[in-house]
């Protein structure tokens, strides 16, 4: 059995770690690594990337630039967890469920991007009804978020796991965040979204939810279901029609660990206001779990293995 080798560079931080905890059973897959004396040695990392198969980065975007016009000079195939090149025409973006061609277009890929997290919950419902014509690529759309600390890099897991953390915080005012862009071109949105997103005092999971008015709830969940029929780690979940004594309660739990997304949809009676909501883990279909998935597409293995914590 071929085994492949992988460099993860910027291994210590959360991403990187749960990648490498993913990969530590894999079959196929083994994690080579660089001297911690040498992190900084452009030669001894180029001369490390010339000799794997794919380089992970998960660094800063600045760094990560760097880094990958490197592994580009040495040949080495990329696979990129930081946001710096999620629209970039030269790299496909790492969605397997995107769109038909887009395992292959991974596949054959040299450099791929993974998604972000709340993107990756904004485009999975939204793209599929703007293909179907159930929402007008121009339609202006109010996209709200909830993820756990993780998903705030390291100065937020600081301070989440400090004392005096508020269980509850919106941030990202600015109506800038840097996942609206890659939100918009991906979805196939003509305007771009309001996006506002929120942290809460939990380590994992992630709810995204998008409210629609003179929508049919039925139908955007007969066009959800059909999209993603077959597919592994997105699931539409059953329909739920909504009257005022049956709301239920929903909560960004259950899913840590996994690799998967569960798209619901809510409908009110009334036929003409709907609910959109992904439910994911940050750190897995939102980051870790799905860069394993691209790494398995690229070396053309079986997409679902390790992709998940036991």
Not at 208 to 233: C, D, R, T, W
Request: hydrophobic share 40%; with cysteine; glycine share 10%.
């Amino acid at each position: 059995m071929k085994k492949y080798q992988i460099f993860i560079d910027g291994q210590a931080g959360t991403t990187g770690l749960q990648i490498r905890q993913r990969l530590a059973n894999h079959p196929q897959i083994e994690v080579v690594t660089i001297d911690h004396d040498k992190r900084r040695d452009v030669d001894a990392k180029l001369a490390l990337m010339r000799s794997v198969d794919v380089t992970v980065l998960c660094l800063p975007d600045d760094a990560a630039k760097e880094t990958a016009a490197q592994a580009r000079e040495v040949g080495c195939r990329v696979l990129d967890a930081s946001s710096a090149h999620r629209t970039a025409s030269d790299w496909v973006f790492g969605m397997a469920e995107l769109a038909k061609g887009q395992r292959e277009a991974i596949a054959n890929a040299r450099a791929v991007s993974n998604p972000g997290c709340y993107a990756t919950g904004a485009i999975v419902l939204l793209r599929p009804l703007i293909e179907a014509g159930l929402l007008g690529a121009d339609r202006e759309l109010c996209i709200n978020a909830v993820s756990g600390y993780t998903g705030g890099g390291t100065k937020m897991v600081e301070r989440y796991e400090g004392e005096g953390a508020p269980a509850y915080a919106a941030y990202g005012l600015g109506f800038d965040h840097k996942h609206i862009p890659e939100i918009q071109h991906w979805s196939g949105l003509n305007a771009r979204p309001i996006f506002q997103p929120a942290v809460g005092n939990f380590d994992q999971g992630m709810l995204v939810m998008i409210p629609l008015q003179g929508s049919n709830g039925a139908e955007l969940h007969k066009a959800l279901a059909a999209y993603y029929q077959g597919e592994q780690f997105v699931q539409v979940q059953p329909y739920n029609e909504i009257a005022a004594d049956t709301a239920p309660f929903i909560t960004p739990h259950g899913l840590n660990g996994s690799n998967r997304a569960e798209l619901q949809v809510f409908g009110a009676g009334s036929g003409q206001q709907a609910l959109l909501v992904a439910k994911l883990d940050n750190l897995g279909k939102g980051a870790s779990g799905a860069a394993v998935q691209n790494l398995n597409i690229m070396l053309g293995l079986e997409e679902g293995l390790c992709t998940q914590i036991a």
